[in-house]
Each structure stands twice: as C-alpha cells, then as structure tokens.
T-cell receptor
Framework: KQEVTQIPAALSVPEGENLVLNCSFT??????LQWFRQDPGKGLTSLLL?????REQTSGRLNASLDKSSGRSTLYIAASQPGDSATYLC??????????FGTGTRLTVIP | EAEVAQSPRYKITEKSQAVAFWCDPI?????LYWYRQILGQGPELLVQ????????DSQLPKDRFSAERLKGVDSTLKIQPAELGDSAMYLC??????????FGQGTRLTVV
C-alpha cells in the first residue's frame, strides 16, 4: 500500500517569506501527484496536479515539483501571505486512480 | 464553475441511529470517491465508484456502512448503526479519466 509522508507537520513563517513543503511516497509507480489546500472545517481545494511524465507545475505563486525516482514532491510558495494559512495535503494516485493522502502540513503565515 | 455538492454540511446523530450523506459530482465525472477524514489526519478512502460500479471498497466497514451510485451520477453513503468512532468529516470527490480530483465541502458528522 502506498505510504505518503509530509514534513513538517506544522510550519510558521512571517509574511513575505518563501517556503517549501515536502511530500514523500513509498511506491514510485504513481500516475499523478496532486496538492490540495484545506481550510479549517472545509473540504479540499485542488491547487496543482503533476502528471507522472512531468517534473513540475506552476500556478501563480505556487510551484510544485515531482521526482518519481526519489519518491518526492515539493510545493514551493513564494512571497507568503496571511491568506495562505491553511493545511496543505499531497496525494498520489495509482493506475486505478486511487488517491493516497499524507497527513498534511499546517501552515501559519504571521502578518 | 462546476462543483461537487454534498449535503448536509453538518449532522449530529445519536449512536445506534442511521445517518445518510448525499453527493452530486461534477457533471460528466465518471469516478466518484467517498473519503473519511478524522481530525488532524489525511483523508482515507472508503469507496470508489467508476460510473455505477464499485471499484474499491476494501476499507469500507461493510457491517455498518453502505454506498450506492445507482444511475452512475449522484451517490449516497449510509451508516447504520452509527458509533461514536464514526465522528469525522466525510468527503466526496469526483474526477474524469485519471485527471484532477475535485472535492466537495464535506459533511461533518458528530455521533453523541
């Protein structure tokens, strides 16, 4: 079974800093890697999807990279803002389109 | 913008009672998922549908949980009888062919 780990579990940064969230997975035979944002008590919002043939995807201040061979993905957030405060989850998908989630990184951006 | 609709948003029920959740996926999405998320943890798959067929229900506690997607569109997840340990967020998601998954706002279940 795919195991997905996210480090750190929690992170606090001052506004304006650039930051990196890490995601690792045990089975490199993934189909996609997806990053989500979750606000307290709410559902998940998709941020970025990286297909297994891709190395990275960018959306605004967000950049996600994927290294299948090492079983790692990173989410880079540039010029962080208080509105970025949320829990960030990564999920890998297999050939059957099952999604396996990490436990998330809780980000706090301090004004 | 198309969204995954879930209802109710919140549900409080007494243990041993029955409870049901409803999900309407994004139009045209063949794959529908039900996930359970315990506070502080990542979502865990309960059941996955491809159209009206179940493709994975290996983690669904079948003695008390059931799920259906009769016409391959909307879906219902039922718990009977509910137990205290079932208190969690129940999330529905949908996707088209191995593409990006989109989630609804979830149903927060509290069993008392």
């Amino acid at each position: 079974k795919q195991e997905v780990t996210q480090i750190p579990a929690a992170l606090s940064v001052p506004e304006g800093e650039n930051l990196v969230l890490n995601c690792s997975f045990t089975d490199s035979a993934i189909y996609n890697l997806q990053w989500f944002r979750q606000d307290p008590g709410k559902g998940l919002t998709s941020l970025l999807l990286i297909q297994s043939s891709q190395r990275e995807q960018t959306s605004g201040r967000l950049n996600a990279s994927l290294d299948k061979s090492s079983g790692r993905s990173t989410l880079y957030i540039a010029a962080s803002q208080p509105g970025d405060s949320a829990t960030y989850l990564c999920a890998s998908s297999n050939w059957a389109n099952n999604l396996f989630f990490g436990t998330g990184t809780r980000l706090t951006v301090i004004p | 913008e198309a969204e995954v609709a879930q209802s109710p948003r919140y549900k409080i029920t007494e243990k041993s009672q029955a409870v049901a959740f409803w999900c309407d996926p994004i139009s045209g999405h063949a794959t529908l998922y039900w996930y359970r998320q315990i506070l502080g943890q990542g979502p865990e798959l309960l059941v996955q549908f491809q159209d009206e067929s179940v493709v994975d229900d290996s983690q669904l506690p079948k003695d008390r949980f059931s799920a259906e997607r009769l016409k391959g569109v909307d879906s219902t997840l039922k718990i009977q009888p509910a137990e205290l340990g079932d208190s969690a967020m129940y999330l529905c998601a949908s996707s088209s062919d191995r593409a990006e998954a989109f989630f609804g706002q979830g149903t927060r279940l509290t069993v008392v």
